[in-house]
């Protein structure tokens, strides 16, 4: 049998083998294109877990605002009622500052009135035996009302110049007397629960040591 050849020369069985090898290689490989039955069944359940756990995150959300809201209530009543007992203790400090002294006045008034009933009664009978000793109880009845609220008295005289009890007026020589003693007292001085809240004005004895001088000179 003798063999056929095309146009181009080749022969017609190897030319329609290479234009056939030709169109698969144009031809796109029908393999590429999935099939409905490669599309992974898990697909439309990722799809669904994604669409639940948005609504999960838009409920907590939700729930954080909801809790942030309650926060910020509670901290608004927690600032309004700080700033009622701010004012409140404001106010009983200054009532406090004000009527402080209450107690002590109340005590000193019953002495006030013994005072006026004793001049009262020293003008109608000028008796001054009777007036003195009422004016001496009078005193007694301020010194218990003093000692009670931890009021004493500074002991000066014979002690010795203490800058934290004493004010000297001034210095003067006194035979027999210590140099810088305390020899006379001019104001009393006192101590709140030995706190000193009035100094004794004091008079002391100088140093003699200069009039020994001037003796020893003549």
């Given at each position: 049998m003798s063999e056929q050849f095309s146009e181009t020369g080749k022969p017609a069985e190897r030319e329609a083998q290479e234009v056939n090898d030709k169109s698969n290689q144009a031809t796109p490989n029908s393999d590429a294109t999935p099939s409905p039955e490669k599309i992974r069944p898990d697909d439309n359940d990722g799809a669904i877990e994604i669409e639940s756990d948005i609504?999960?995150?838009?409920?907590?959300?939700?729930?954080?605002?909801?809790?942030?809201?309650?926060?910020?209530?509670?901290?608004?009543?927690?600032?309004?009622?700080?700033?009622?007992?701010?004012?409140?203790?404001?106010?009983?400090?200054?009532?406090?500052?004000?009527?402080?002294?209450?107690?002590?006045?109340?005590?000193?008034?019953?002495?006030?009135?013994?005072?006026?009933?004793?001049?009262?009664n020293g003008k109608k009978t000028p008796d001054f035996d009777a007036f003195y000793k009422g004016v001496e109880m009078i005193y007694l009845k301020l010194q218990k009302i003093f000692d009670d609220k931890g009021v004493k008295p500074i002991e000066s005289i014979g002690k010795e110049f203490d800058v934290m009890y004493h004010d000297v007026l001034m210095q003067i020589q006194r035979p027999g007397a210590a140099p810088h003693t305390v020899v006379e007292e001019v104001e009393r001085g006192y101590t709140l629960n030995g706190k000193v809240i009035k100094h004794a004005k004091v008079i002391v004895a100088a140093d003699n040591q200069g009039e020994e001088n001037n003796k020893a000179a003549k």
């Open positions: 609504e999960s995150l838009q409920k907590q959300l939700s729930e954080s605002a909801s809790l942030s809201n309650s926060y910020k209530d509670q901290l608004l009543r927690l600032a309004a009622e700080f700033e009622n007992f701010k004012k409140r203790t404001e106010t009983e400090k200054a009532d406090f500052v004000k009527f402080s002294n209450e107690k002590i006045i109340r005590d000193i008034l019953p002495v006030v009135d013994d005072f006026e009933r004793a001049l009262s």
